[in-house]
């Protein structure tokens, strides 16, 4: 499980593929999530908007990122 820090209190789900270098673009952030491929602790997330705070664990490709508050 990767840790990723943010310096904020949330961070929106959208945003947050795109700080992990997951997709490129807001585009392919948006598809990726309404395909269901986005679990949020454990549950798929299809809303991009979905705020996501600190010891929240986003699963992507296979691949875990905790969230950390600095």
């Known amino acids: 499980m990767e840790i ?22 807001g585009v392919e952030a948006k598809i990726v999530i309404q395909d269901g491929l986005v679990k949020l602790n454990g549950e798929i997330e299809t809303r991009r908007g979905k705020k996501i705070y600190n010891d929240d664990i986003i ?12």
């Open 4 to 25: 990723v820090k943010i310096n904020t209190e949330f961070i929106k789900l959208d945003q947050l593929l795109k700080w992990i270098n997951v997709v490129s673009s």
């Open 59 to 70: 699963e992507v490709n296979g691949r875990k990122y905790k969230i950390v508050n600095k």
